[in-house]
Each structure stands twice: as C-alpha cells, then as structure tokens.
C-alpha cells in the first residue's frame, strides 16, 4: 500500500511541474517536456536529456523526479522518433548540434546546459561541445555509440580473443555486405537520417570529436557490466557474451583517456545494467547529476578566485 500511495504521489509531483507540449522547428513539430524551467534561476545549469537511436524520451521517465529537485530539466523526441514529426531533411553532425540550439533558443532557455546524453545520443552531446563549448557545464555519457573507436582499435577484442588479423577483415567484411543488402530492401532506410548521421561519424572514426579537445568541465561516463543483447541480435559465428566483456576492457582503457582530460572527471559503472543504465539504475544517474553540478559550482567559484 505506501509503495502505492508513494508511486501516486510521485505521478502527481510530475504531473504538476512537467510540461509536455509541441514546438515548431524549421517547420517540423518537435514534442517537449520541461520541469522547473519557469523557476530557473539566472546561472543555473538546465540539463538536458538526449535520447539513443529510435528511442522516445520517456525512456527518461525513471529519473526525472530525482533530477528535477536539483535542477530544472528538458527531455524531447528527435525528429522522426517518439511523438515528433518526420525527419525532413538530411542532417549532418553539425545540424543535430544546430537543432537543439535552436529548440533551446525557442524556449528562452539560455546556457549554461549539463548535457546528458544516452547511446547514440552520448556521441551527439560530446558533438555539442565540438561546437558550443562556452554553452556547456557539464557532460554526462551513457554507454555511448563509442566516440573513441576507430576502424583499428575495433578489432582489438576479436584479436584478444584469438582471432587472426584475417578472419577479423572477413568478418568484417561479411557484416557490411549483410547491413548493405538489407538497407537496400528497407524502404524506410533513406527516412532514418539518424543511422546515416552515426554512419557519418563512424566512417571518419569520429574525426570532429577526436580534433577537439574537451573544455574543462565536469564529464562523466556511465556504463553497464551486464550483457543484455537480445538472442536474435547475437553473432552466431562467436560466443558474444564473452567478446561484450572484451569490449569493455579496451573501452574503460579509452574511456579512463577522455575523463582525465578534464579536472573533474569520473567513470560510473553499474554491474547490475545493462545498456539502458539509467533505466536499470536511476540512482547512479541522478547521483551523477548531483556530483556534476556541485564539481561546475566548485570550478566556476575556482575561476572567479583566479
């Protein structure tokens, strides 16, 4: 029963503050939720929430609560995801960044933002700060679409596992031929500008991100120990499960390289998430929050004093 009346209390708590509505953007409809952002005080950080791949944003639902008492807030659906209107033009790395400028700017809402981003969206957030560096206070990354990999190092965990150099390239070589043929019988591929983006990123091995060094703010890496792919999405050529957990290794390593560029840097793993980690571990993320904007607090008072 009081798991009941807490859960109530909570719904309305939400209810009362959160905003959901529909905003234009160059002629596309883009469905919003803000808490807190008519009460925003001036300096305070506004975080902002991005989605993974095909992901509305009530996958946020879990945090929101904890989040929205320290800060106010703001979730949306991308273009062609969720609530929001379709994809209509191709987007470049630089447009995903442009874009949620411009939603921010429609709302008033100026810098400085704490960008939080899952998947997909952790690289689309660190591409943020490739061209909006003075706007960010803070970065948090979930189990990132992995920004620092590299055709190369991509095949690290193969060859740990024993794999040679030869039966990587053909494997390799094998999955683009399969992803080519079932792209061109999916008549909705050309609509999925967001694949085409991460494409994009991963063809030049995430040459943006990798040009442009971090500003000195707080930045945190969130990730999952547990090996959560469903069955019909595994190789069938290798044990999966044990190539996760050589992944893992090679990433943390490049992972540890990007949060010691900055003062007020930290790693978060959770064993008990998987990629979803804020779903499976909502604390961690809030947490995560909390820690950020004491370290922005604590660099900006730094600053004044120098």
Same mark, same amino acid.
């Given at each position: 029963?009081?798991?009941?009346?807490?859960?109530?209390?909570?719904?309305?708590?939400?209810?009362?503050?959160?905003?959901?509505?529909?905003?234009?953007?160059?002629?596309?409809?883009?469905?919003?939720?803000?808490?807190?952002? #008519?009460?925003?005080?001036?300096?305070?950080?506004?975080?902002?929430?991005?989605?993974?791949?095909?992901?509305?944003?009530?996958?946020?639902?879990?945090?929101?609560?904890?989040?929205?008492?320290?800060?106010?807030?703001?979730?949306?659906?991308?273009?062609?995801?969720?609530?929001?209107?379709?994809?209509?033009?191709?987007?470049?790395?630089?447009?995903?960044?442009?874009?949620?400028?411009?939603?921010?700017?429609?709302? +008033?809402?100026?810098?400085?933002?704490?960008?939080?981003?899952?998947?997909?969206?952790?690289? /689309?957030?660190?591409?943020?700060?490739?061209?909006?560096?003075?706007?960010?206070?803070?970065?948090?990354?979930?189990?990132?679409?992995?920004?620092?990999?590299?055709? #190369?190092?991509?095949?690290?965990?193969?060859?740990?596992?024993?794999?040679?150099?030869?039966?990587?390239?053909?494997?390799?070589?094998?999955?683009?031929?399969?992803?080519?043929?079932?792209?061109?019988?999916?008549?909705?591929?050309?609509?999925?500008?967001?694949?085409?983006?991460?494409?994009?990123?991963?063809?030049?091995?995430?040459? #943006?991100?990798? +040009?442009?060094?971090?500003?000195?703010?707080?930045?945190?890496?969130?990730?999952?120990?547990?090996?959560?792919?469903?069955?019909?999405?595994?190789?069938?050529?290798?044990?999966?499960?044990?190539?996760?957990?050589?992944?893992?290794?090679?990433?943390?390593?490049?992972?540890?390289?990007?949060?010691?560029?900055?003062?007020?840097?930290?790693?978060?793993?959770?064993?008990?998430?998987?990629?979803?980690?804020?779903?499976?571990?909502?604390?961690?993320?809030?947490?995560?929050?909390?820690?950020? /904007?004491?370290?922005?607090?604590? /660099?900006?008072?730094?600053?004044?004093?120098?």
């Amino acid at each position: 029963m009081k798991k009941i009346l807490l859960a109530i209390a909570i719904l309305i708590s939400l209810s009362a503050y959160s905003q959901k509505r529909y905003i234009t953007i160059d002629s596309t409809k883009i469905w919003i939720n803000t808490i807190g952002l #008519e009460n925003r005080k001036e300096g305070q950080p506004l975080i902002v929430f991005e989605s993974g791949s095909g992901t509305p944003m009530d996958n946020w639902d879990k945090v929101l609560d904890g989040v929205s008492k320290m800060a106010p807030l703001m979730t949306y659906d991308r273009p062609g995801v969720g609530n929001s209107g379709p994809e209509k033009d191709s987007v470049t790395i630089k447009g995903f960044s442009d874009r949620l400028l411009k939603i921010l700017n429609s709302l +008033n809402a100026a810098p400085p933002y704490v960008l939080v981003g899952h998947s997909l969206g952790g690289a /689309l957030v660190r591409s943020f700060v490739v061209y909006y560096p003075q706007m960010v206070a803070g970065l948090i990354i979930i189990d990132p679409a992995d920004f620092t990999e590299t055709k #190369e190092n991509k095949k690290l965990p193969f060859l740990s596992l024993g794999f040679s150099k030869n039966a990587v390239d053909s494997l390799f070589i094998k999955w683009a031929k399969n992803d080519s043929i079932r792209n061109s019988h999916n008549p909705n591929f050309l609509k999925e500008r967001k694949k085409d983006v991460l494409a994009m990123m991963r063809n030049s091995d995430f040459k #943006e991100i990798q +040009n442009s060094k971090l500003p000195n703010i707080p930045v945190h890496i969130l990730t999952g120990g547990r090996y959560d792919t469903p069955l019909q999405y595994r190789a069938k050529e290798f044990n999966d499960s044990l190539l996760f957990r050589a992944k893992m290794k090679y990433r943390v390593e490049r992972w540890t390289d990007v949060i010691q560029s900055v003062d007020k840097g930290m790693l978060l793993y959770s064993g008990d998430a998987g990629h979803f980690v804020h779903y499976d571990d909502p604390e961690l993320l809030i947490s995560s929050v909390r820690i950020v /904007l004491q370290d922005y607090e604590s /660099l900006k008072n730094s600053k004044k004093q120098q």
